[in-house]
């Protein structure tokens, strides 16, 4: 695709179930990037992964969040036992990976929200 | 630790009127980028800018210009002739390590620019 990919583009589930959050980054994009914004709010880092490098998991809130990127491209966002709180636009963002000032694409984002 | 700190949580502007959105940063890598960033009410993340803290001159954009205050650790967004369609959330960022792959980029938590006609 042209562009950042993400799935489903809205999740409403009810507290304590688990969730996941899909990205497809651009192809041939080594840099991706989780992160969430609550409403009316910046956004908050969550994950970083840059090629093969360790990802950068300094941003998760708590143990209950994951994420993984297979192959180096398409990445999952776990949540388990969700908790209200969690409400969010969940966005991901990729980058050729080189660093400096290159462009962060960022998907449409994944709404969710836990009843 | 970096920070990201955007004071003006709302600004509204008459139409055709310039605009300066605030933005400080705190990082001890002498080596960083910054960034900014439009969100329309649409949600999707608009890359505006990028200034490196080595570069010698403002980065600017068309309307775009940034003023960047290496002394101060200031990197406000300047908006010329601002246009109603300039309506949005805009967020600062910054990234340690201006050569990097290695660092993450963190975002302010924004201000919200209203254009009035």
């Keep these: ?115 | 630790a970096q920070k990201i700190t955007q004071t003006q949580p709302g600004m509204f502007v008459q139409e055709k009127e310039a605009v300066t959105l605030d933005c400080t940063y705190d990082t001890s890598d002498p080596s960083y980028g910054l960034f900014w960033y439009k969100q329309p009410s649409s949600g999707e993340m608009i890359f505006l800018i990028y200034q490196g803290s080595y570069d010698q001159q403002n980065a600017t954009e068309g309307r775009y210009s940034l003023n960047f205050q290496k002394a101060r650790k200031s990197a406000n967004l300047v908006i010329s002739a601002s246009q109603l369609g300039d309506s949005a959330m805009y967020f600062c960022a910054m990234r340690e390590g201006a050569n990097s792959s290695a660092s993450k980029i963190i975002f302010g938590s924004g201000t919200r620019l209203s254009i009035r006609p």
């Design chain 1, 1 to 115: 695709g042209a562009g950042v990919s993400q799935s489903p583009s809205n999740k409403v589930t009810e507290k304590g179930k688990d969730v996941e959050l899909r990205c497809d980054p651009i192809s041939g994009h080594t840099a991706l990037y989780w992160y969430r914004q609550s409403l009316g709010q910046g956004l908050e880092f969550l994950i970083y992964f840059q090629g093969n490098s360790a990802p950068d998991k300094s941003g998760l809130p708590s143990d209950r969040f994951s994420a993984e990127r297979t192959g180096g491209s398409v990445s999952t966002l776990t949540i388990q036992r969700t908790q209200q709180e969690d409400s969010a636009v969940y966005l991901c963002a990729s980058s050729l990976g080189f660093g400096g000032g290159e462009t962060q694409y960022f998907g449409p984002g994944t709404r969710l929200l836990v009843l």
